[in-house]
């Protein structure tokens, strides 16, 4: 092999090289766009309670898995947390409600 072959295939190992670095280049712009657009997870945001505040009647029996008639008899029985009126229809405070299931040990 000649030395003006030699240099030939240098210059061609050369631009393949060069060639190759813009491959790699492209290449990780484009995998720190992709990366970037990825939403950050988020493990130890808040827990929102999406509960109502206030419960009706079917969702109170729904709770405890009884139905309302069942729990007419219990609140006239004054076996529940008093609810309080709206209108014509009782609503019973989540927070009372909670803390009443606690209190008996219901699951």
């Known amino acids: 092999m000649s030395a003006n072959e030699l ?17 790699f280049e492209r290449a990780a712009t484009n995998l720190a766009e992709a990366l970037a657009a990825v ?3 988020r493990l ?18 729904a709770l405890l898995r ?3 008639r069942t729990l007419r ?16 229809r009782p609503r019973w405070r989540r927070a009372d409600v909670d803390a009443w299931v606690a209190k008996r040990g219901a699951p």
């Open 39 to 41: 939403p950050q997870p």
């Open 7 to 23: 240099q030939q295939d240098l210059r061609r190992l050369a631009a393949l090289h060069r060639e190759q670095a813009e491959v």
């Open 66 to 68: 009884i139905d309302e």
């Open 73 to 88: 008899a219990l609140r006239h029985a004054g076996e529940v947390p008093t609810p309080i009126m709206i209108g014509t």
């Open 44 to 61: 130890m945001e808040p827990m929102t309670d999406t509960r109502p505040e206030f419960l009706t009647a079917p969702e109170f029996a």
